[in-house]
C-alpha cells in the first residue's frame, strides 16, 4: 500500500518507517499533524498512520480533516498511542480512526493490523467501481427510457421535461425561442404502399436528417406516429423558419419514393412553426397547438412547405 506516516519523534517515525518498507509498502513519513495534511493533498494514499500526540495538529485532528475529504478516495486510518484507556480509544474511534497500536511499536501486530487494513481498503475501492457502474447504468436507462426506441430521437416524456425547461428559462430570463410540428407526408399511403418495415426506415430516415441538420442547441422529438417536433432555442420566428425550410429541403433530397403519392414522388414533410417570447401569456402547450394549428394549415394548403402560426392562441 501508499501509506503516509504522521509522527514528530525522529527516531520513533524512522523506526516507523523501516517497519512498514521490510513489510512491503511505499512509505511517505511528515514530521507532524500539519505537514502531513499537506502531503494527504498532494498525494494519493491508501492508509495513514499517525502518533496521536503531536504538538499543532495532533493525529485526531489529521484524522477529522481526512474524513472530512469525501471527495478522495477512503483512506485508512490507524492512530499510534501511548494511551490504552478505553475512553482515549473510543474518541479516536468516533473522530474516524479504523484501528490503533499501542506504543512502543510491535511490528507483528503493525503486520497484523495492515493485512486487516489491505482487505478493508479492497472492499471499498469495490464498493467505489460497483456504485461508478451503478451511476452509469441508472445514468443510460435514464436516457433510454427519453429516447424513442424507433428513430433514436428523444420521445415524449423528454420533449415535456425539455419543452418545461426551455419555457420557464424564457419566461424568467427573457429571449424567445419556437417549435416545429413536422408531419411526413401521407404517411399511410405510404405505408400501405410500400408496407410497415419500409414505413419505419423512412420514419428514421427523416428523424435521422432532422437531427443532422439542427444546430447544436436544437433538439428533435418523435411526437407520435408520423409526427416530429423540432425546438430552436434562441431563435425568433423569421430564423426559425429559414432552418425549417433547410429541414424539409433535406427531406425531400433523400429521395425516399413513395409510390402512394399521385403522382408517385418523393417522402417529404410538412411543418407548422411557432414563437414564444417572454411576457407572452401561453403556456408550452398552447405554443404546441399554435404548432398544430400551423401543421393544418400546411398541409391543407398543399403539404411540403413550412407555414408560421398567427401571434395569438387559439
Known amino acids: 500500500m501508499r501509506i503516509l506516516v504522521a509522527e514528530d519523534d525522529g527516531i520513533s517515525r524512522t523506526l516507523l518507517v523501516r517497519s512498514l518498507e521490510k513489510l512491503g509498502h511505499t512509505v511517505t513519513a511528515a514530521e507532524d499533524g500539519e505537514v502531513a495534511w499537506q502531503r494527504f493533498g498532494e498525494g494519493d494514499f491508501e492508509a495513514i498512520v499517525s502518533d496521536w500526540m503531536m504538538p499543532g495538529t495532533d493525529g485526531l485532528e489529521l ?5 472530512a475529504a469525501t471527495d478522495r478516495p477512503y483512506t485508512y486510518f490507524m492512530l499510534l498511542t501511548a ?3 478505553t475512553s482515549h480509544l473510543v474518541s479516536g474511534m468516533e473522530a474516524g480512526a479504523d484501528d490503533y497500536l499501542t506504543k512502543p511499536l510491535n511490528r507483528d501486530a503493525l503486520s ?3 493485512i486487516a487494513a489491505e482487505r478493508i481498503i479492497g472492499l471499498h475501492r469495490q464498493l467505489t467501481e460497483q456504485n461508478i457502474a451503478l451511476a452509469a447504468l441508472n445514468s443510460e436507462l435514464y436516457n433510454e427510457g427519453r429516447m ?5 430521437v428523444g420521445n415524449r416524456l423528454r420533449m415535456n421535461e425539455d419543452l418545461a ?5 424564457v419566461n424568467r430570463y427573457g429571449h424567445r425561442y419556437c ?5 411526413i407526408d401521407y404517411f399511410k399511403r405510404y405505408n400501405d404502399s410500400c408496407g410497415h418495415q419500409a414505413g419505419d426506415e423512412a420514419l428514421r430516415a427523416v428523424a435521422t436528417s432532422l437531427a443532422q441538420q439542427s444546430r447544436v442547441s436544437d433538439a428533435v422529438y418523435r411526437y407520435g406516429g408520423e409526427e416530429f417536433l423540432v425546438v430552436l432555442p434562441e431563435q425568433t420566428v423569421e ?3 429559414i432552418a425549417m425550410e433547410r429541414m424539409r429541403h433535406a427531406i425531400e433530397a433523400l429521395q425516399i419514393a413513395h409510390p402512394g403519392r399521385e403522382p408517385a414522388g418523393v417522402v417529404t414533410i410538412s411543418c407548422g412553426l ?4 417572454q411576457g407572452l401569456a401561453q403556456t408550452y402547450e398552447e405554443l404546441l397547438r399554435r404548432a398544430d394549428v400551423a401543421l393544418y394549415e400546411a398541409k391543407q394548403g398543399g403539404r411540403n412547405q413550412v407555414v408560421v402560426a398567427g401571434a395569438t392562441v387559439p
Not at 484524522?63 to 474524513?67: A, D, F, I, K
Not at 424513442?148 to 433514436?152: E, V
Open 239 to 241: 430564423t426559425a423558419e
Open 63 to 67: 484524522c477529522r480533516r481526512v474524513r
Open 274 to 277: 411557432a414563437e414564444h417570447s
Open 83 to 85: 494511551l490504552d484507556a
Open 112 to 114: 497484523a493490523r495492515l
Open 148 to 152: 424513442d426506441a424507433l428513430t433514436r
Open 179 to 183: 417549435v416545429a410540428l413536422c408531419d
Open 165 to 169: 425547461a426551455v419555457h420557464d428559462r
